[in-house]
């Protein structure tokens, strides 16, 4: 396991994940194993900072010589109207996850989840082609809008969302336009039926949430089945979807694949998603 600390100089580009609350992030463990990997004089820290402070604290970055940081809960949306400049994916999804502090102090948001997901897909999955047939996203929040995003850039004919809220639903397929179309959850086996791609963005599954409870029959054997939930690595979506022999992917390869590009534009270095690096994230702190 990797424990060695590289040092940190006077010099370090500093880097880190801002939330309300920060304790859970994985983030922190995650860039402190690449920097130590590559040794690269830097570090990366966690700061929690209430919702009102936060113009304030991104405000303090390039005076504090930070080279960026990410965003989590609840801050992704505040962010939208506090940065000098947006990428488009990020006006897409609606939401910014990774701030660049570029040279002249301007901060410019993005958002990486939508190449995280898609990423994780393509390394996990031989020969993964979006255009295959319909995605059937379960939920219509933040994780949602990125999977909607990243679906639609690489050529899915149609997103079906399926959520608890139909209005909720249907302002996403609403922002998203004609490709996305929102159902109510009573449809969702009508939905299924014509998947090739099932995703669950919901917290539903995750530790200390209730289970989702689908009945996976109305799917097609060869439909991929990935969950964002990572924690358990295996949830009882992914349990049920292999006991049917369909292809499965985890969530954890979205937040490393996610990771991946906001460590090369801090850091200088694309870091490479491992084995190594995957059980670090998952050990117990």
């Known amino acids: 396991m990797n424990t060695s600390h590289h040092t940190i100089s006077g010099q370090a580009k500093k880097a880190g994940v801002i939330g309300w609350p920060v304790g859970h992030s994985k ?3 995650l860039h402190g194993f690449w920097l130590n990997e590559y040794k690269i004089d830097g570090a990366y820290v966690p700061m929690a900072v209430k919702p009102d402070a936060l113009a304030a604290a991104l405000y303090a970055l390039p005076v504090l010589g930070f080279v960026g940081v990410n965003l989590t809960v609840p801050h992704k949306e505040a962010a ?9 994916v990020a006006k897409s999804i609606g939401a910014i996850n990774t701030i660049f502090v570029r040279a002249d102090g301007r901060l410019q948001g993005t958002n990486t989840d939508a190449f995280g997901f898609m990423e994780n897909l393509l390394q996990n999955h031989a020969g993964f082609d979006a255009t295959r047939g319909p995605c059937v996203v379960l939920g219509a ?6 999977v909607c995003a990243a679906m639609i850039a690489a050529g899915c004919p149609e997103v079906i969302v399926v959520n608890r809220t139909l209005a909720r639903g249907q302002a996403l397929a609403h922002h998203f336009g004609p490709t996305v179309k929102a159902v109510e959850w009573s449809k969702l086996n009508v939905a299924m039926s014509e998947a090739a791609l099932l995703v669950n963005t919901t917290t539903l599954g995750m530790i200390g949430r209730p289970a989702l409870e689908l ?5 097609s054997k060869t439909a991929l089945v990935t969950d964002l939930v990572y924690s358990p690595l295996e949830t009882g979506l992914l349990a049920a979807a292999k006991r049917r022999a369909n292809p499965t ?20 270095v694309k870091p490479a998603v491992t084995a190594a690096v995957r059980a670090h994230v998952l050990s117990p702190p």
């Open 249 to 268: 992917i985890d969530g954890l390869g979205m937040l490393l694949y996610q990771a991946q590009a906001g460590f090369e534009g801090w850091f200088g």
């Open 27 to 29: 983030s922190p463990a």
């Open 141 to 146: 929040g933040g994780a949602a809008r990125a």
């Open 215 to 219: 009945d996976l029959s109305p799917l």
């Open 80 to 88: 939208m109207g506090l940065v000098d400049e947006i990428s488009d």
